[in-house]
């Protein structure tokens, strides 16, 4: 069998699905609204708390004012925790864009910069200003950093606090969509492709396909075929009515968006092919799917940043790949960065996907 | 006569929730090109399980087996696009129409789309489905679900057919039309091979029936000759005294 024959085999079956889906309106309308309609609900108003946020304080400054401030920041535990707000690091001798620089890298939430001449001023009562740069794209952690910081200084009198907006003036929505997009991409790719086995299965017609002469691989790389036009499709229908309803900017590339949702996509529809075959009917599948599924859901960080998180929770988001998917979507589609800033993120994707598609490939088999 | 399939020594055994079964048991027989097969028995005796392993399916546990002179373990893609199958489980998909089921089928046959087009015509009036051409298969019959799944398995024009328990649940006038198609295509040169649990089906129709129990092929000749050595008037009398008269589970 040619690699040819292969192709045109799978985009029979990849035809065969859109027309099965296209019938399934019960389905189809859901499969596109559900995660906009996530996002319009859930978007307004979602608050958190912060604690143990890296802060960089870079002071320039030798004085007596700027050490009391330091002090009060790094000692800070809010009263309903037990743990310290934020985690200092100090630095001096670093300009502003350098600064911007290591919150891009994800490196600290924010950083303080206290001028040369701070103790001085407040000494002869003059007026003096502090800048303090956010990771914005993290609008949680944003927030209660600057809110903290101003109520500190309220205390001082004349100090003026600049807050740069480093990614625009991001709202809980921004924060948002990225997250519901690789949530929705995950979940479509990883039940749609199941269900759809798993109904196959039931139904007796994917024995049915499996008796001509299509290859496995045929079945396969066509159904994976569909799913990587059904998923993207809904990314891009998704980004659309953020921008249309709430209006969500986009401010990275739309094709490295592809590349982390074509690599995330691969890796849901080999995870529901490897679900799949553990199970007989749709109705377990289902039943299989939500005990998989639902803890990414909550656990990830979709709806709240991961910094807000105990650590029990983070540890159990670091082991599920959704968190990465998130991370890649909020680095490209808010902060606007580039290849290198999610090339960890791609390698563990991409590690998912080969995972779960070789699993799947070996596990589905003619063998009913 | 010269055989089309040749069976030997053929075994399966399954392994399900700490149970072994063995569902085919030692099986040896040939079918010939061109004639009509029956193969009959008592649920579970095997004849689904033989039926997975003739069309590629299932791999045996053990044993051989030819179709048309290939291998089934080695040469499976060279005997597939030989065979018709109707499984014994209706298998359409229900948001496709008649035509639509049909089209795919032929398509993974790779039937050219001409050629496809004026034999779905052409088969869907045989079988009186040209009206419901166009409707979905989800809301058909029983009868035209199992006429629709028949002529799904004809349209890359297979030399051996096989047909698992086609008629099983359909009224008479459905088993007519199916009987009548598989003569029809038997006379055109195919060779058939079915099960049936109406044994007056397989006394009508089959050049040759094997009775199957309990994993083995515990008879195999012509109908009349059947008859004969068992001192029985028909294949219900037969098909009693190979198998006995207990319930199977
Ligand atoms: N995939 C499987 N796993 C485990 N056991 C199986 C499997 N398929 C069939 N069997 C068992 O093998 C035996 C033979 O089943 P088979 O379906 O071949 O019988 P059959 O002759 O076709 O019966 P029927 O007339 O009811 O269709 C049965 O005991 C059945 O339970
Ligand atoms: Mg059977």
Known sequence: MTIKTELMDSLIVAKKEFKVLFRKKWLVIPLFLFPIIMIVFFGYGMGGTVKNSPILIVNDDTGRASSSLIQEIGSYTPKYDGNPM???????????SEAESKINDGLYKGVLLIPHNYSDSIAKNESTSLTLLTDSSDTTTSQTISNFIRQLLSKTGSVILNIP??????EYLDFLTPGVIALTVFMGSVATTGSAIAGEKEDGTLIRMLMTPISKRSVIL????????????RAVVLILAAFLLVGFHMNGSWL????VLVIFTLGGVGMGIVMSSRVEDMESFFQLNMLITMPSMFVTGVFFPLSSVPDWMRYIAYCLPLTYAIDAMRTIMIKGQGLHAVSNDLIILTLFAIVTFTLGVHLFRREA | MEPIIEVKNLVKVFHSRGRTI?????????VFNGEIFGMIGPNGAGKSTTFSMLTTLLKPTSGSITVAGFDVQKQDDKIRPLIGIVPQKLSLYPLLTARENLEFMGNLYNVPKKVLEDKIDY????????????????????????????????????QILFWDEPSTGLDPQTRNVIWKLGRKFNEEGRTLVFTTHYMEEADNLCDRVAVMDSGKMVALDDPERLKETTGSTNLEEVFVHFTGEQVRD
């Open chain 1, 86 to 96: 934020f985690s200092v690091t100090y630095t001096k001798d670093m300009s502003q």
């Open chain 1, 165 to 170: 907006n480093i990614y625009g003036n991001l």
């Open chain 1, 222 to 233: 066509g159904k994976t075929i569909y799913q990587l036009i059904l998923q993207l499709a």
């Open chain 1, 256 to 259: 490295l968006i592809s590349l």
């Open chain 2, 22 to 30: 063995t569902a085919v048991n030692d099986v040896s027989f040939d």
């Open chain 2, 123 to 158: 088969y869907l009036k045989l079988v009186g489905l040209e009206a419901s051409a166009d409707r979905y298969t989800g809301g058909f019959s029983g009868g035209m679900k199992q006429r629709l799944s028949v002529i799904a398995a004809i349209l890359h024009d297979p």
